[in-house]
């Protein structure tokens, strides 16, 4: 949810979890996806179909928010997907040999 900094630094010290803009966001985008996805495949899903496909996504955003234990930040989604965004990048270049 946006929030200032000063606002997230409050819902942290007082334990309460919050969406970062990047993680919340991710269910519209999404939704996009699944929908250029059915027309290039020419295809149609139930709704129940969409909504799986959804809870599933929604449900790794979650995980890779909850990365923020790896350093110390656990309930900090922000930290999270920041530290999770990282290690992408660290795979990718170790991948490519860069590293």
Request: charged share 15%; proline share 3%; aromatic share 6%.
């Amino acid at each position: 949810m946006p929030t200032t900094p000063e606002g997230v630094d409050i819902f942290i010290e007082n334990g309460i979890l919050y969406g970062p803009g990047k993680a919340a966001n991710g269910c519209g985008v999404s939704v996009s996806g699944l929908e250029m996805t059915q027309n290039s495949m020419r295809i149609v899903w139930t709704r129940e179909e969409v909504d799986n496909l959804l809870k599933m996504i929604m449900k790794s955003i979650h995980s890779t928010c909850a990365a923020a234990e790896w350093v110390n930040a656990t309930g900090n989604y922000l930290v999270g997907a920041n530290v999770s965004g990282f290690m992408k990048v660290v795979e990718a270049m170790m991948d490519q040999g860069v590293m």
